[in-house]
Structures are given as C-alpha cells and as structure tokens.
C-alpha cells in the first residue's frame, strides 16, 4: 500500500475496453499518496443480498464513504462494475471531509478488483458517498463536500441500449434520497427507467416513488444554486472557507 502510486490505478477502475468507463471520475486518484492510509472496511453488504447481474440492473452504492467502495467489491465480485463517481478534492487546510479513507479504499481494492477480469459490458455500480453533502463549513477551513449531477450518469437510452431495464440504489432503510441523487432518479424514471432501494443491513427492496413533473425535476436540479457548495479550477467541488471581514468601526454622524 505505501509503495503504491494511486495515479496508476484508475486504468485499473475506468479500463478503456469497458463499457462504462467514460463516467468514472479521476479526481481522487491524482494524490501521490493517501493523505491518511485507512484499512478498506469489512462490507456491510452480505453477498446473498447483492443483485445479479442477470437483473438487467444498474445499482447506485448510495453508502458512507470508504464503505460504498467496499460495497463496490462485492458488487464486483458478483460480476458488475464498480465506477467511482467521487467528484470531491483534498485542500491544504482543514477539510470538512477526510476523504483519505476512500483514497485508501480505492488504492486496497484495485489489485482484487483487478483480478477479477470483469467482462467489458459487466453491467455498471456506480459509487458515490451518502455523506458528501453532510456539514457546515467554517471559516477557514476546506470545503470539499459535493454532488451529482445527472450528466454524471449514463442516460436512460444508454442504460436501456445496454440491456439495463431498472436501477437498484444501495442505502439504509430510512436515509433520505438527497436532492441530487433524487434528480437523477427522476430524470431516469421520465425515460422509462424506475429504480428501487436495497438495506444492506435487512436485504428488503422497496421500490422508489418520485414525483416526475418539470417542476419536480428542476426543484431539485437547482437545488445545488442553494447548497453553497464551492467549485474549484479544476471543474470539480472544494474550496477554502473565507474569513469573516473585521466591520470596520464608525458612528453615527
């Protein structure tokens, strides 16, 4: 692991002869070296609860951090298609998101991942984390929480001229669907794909109801205009928090 360059693993992840590697996002594997190495967690996903991929679904890993990458194992050693979608970078001050730990996981899983030889047209398990809009920045520190967008998902047509018919989003009984994600799956659900949740921890599937009028869908599409998040150069999210402005003094004249 401490030899280990994490920019020479997202071939391993976003390989070119895969089907779904266009979607993949490089932004965590730029570090050199993990910020703070962190051991991949157990998966909180028993494998007889995972899907088939002869569901002729694509899931969401809609998990905690590291634990979404874990998840993504699991998923892949059923025979789909991890794809990380963590579009969030590290800052030089205090961050509001340790995001070393899905750097250690990415790094950790990348040689069983690798292994595995998945096929190129294994059906797509797209990664992202359940708390990247979690936390109030303070002054002076980083901000690096972030969001989805739909255009950070293959279309309904895409998915369905896969073969894909249904998307499955892996979550915990009773953690909302974020406005971001909730976008996406609306924008599915306008083009014939409907999608379900999986617990990991029960194995219950429960299908997804979402509004899918224009107004529904651009409600939370603009939700991010609200959400304060900060953009960087680079195209992704994360930046510095400013310091308050001392008022200057004065009276009254």
């Not at 951090?65 to 025979?79: D, E, K, T, Y």
Request: hydrophobic residues 40%; contains cysteine; aromatic residues 10%.
């Amino acid at each position: 692991m401490s030899n280990i360059d994490p920019r020479t693993l997202f071939p391993t992840w976003a390989p070119e002869s895969s089907r779904w590697s266009p979607w993949a996002k490089p932004v965590l594997f730029t570090y050199p070296t993990p910020i703070a190495y962190t051991p991949l967690p157990a998966a909180e996903l028993a494998p007889e609860r995972a899907p088939s991929p002869n569901d002729r679904v694509a899931v969401v890993v809609d998990m905690p951090g590291a634990q979404s990458v874990a998840c993504g194992m699991v998923l892949a050693a059923r025979g789909f298609r991890p794809i990380p979608l963590f579009n969030t970078t590290i800052g030089m001050r205090t961050n509001l998101h340790d995001v070393g730990a899905v750097i250690s996981a990415l790094v950790d899983s990348s040689a069983p991942l690798a292994s595995l030889r998945l096929a190129d047209d294994a059906p797509p398990a797209f990664l992202i984390d359940s708390s990247r809009l979690d936390g109030t920045p303070a002054p002076s520190s980083y901000d690096n929480r972030w969001m989805v967008f739909p255009q950070d998902f293959p279309s309904a047509r895409a998915l369905t001229a896969a073969g894909l018919e249904s998307v499955l989003v892996i979550r915990r009984d009773g953690q909302s669907v974020k406005p971001d994600l909730r976008a996406v799956l609306r924008y599915w659900k306008r083009d014939g794909i409907a999608s379900s949740a999986l617990d990991p921890d029960t194995g219950q599937r429960n299908d997804l109801w979402f509004d899918t009028t224009m107004l529904a869908v651009l409600t939370d599409h603009f939700f991010s205009w609200f959400s304060g998040l900060r953009r960087n150069s680079a195209g992704g999210f994360g930046g510095a928090v400013p310091e308050p402005q001392a008022a200057s003094g004065g009276g009254f004249g």
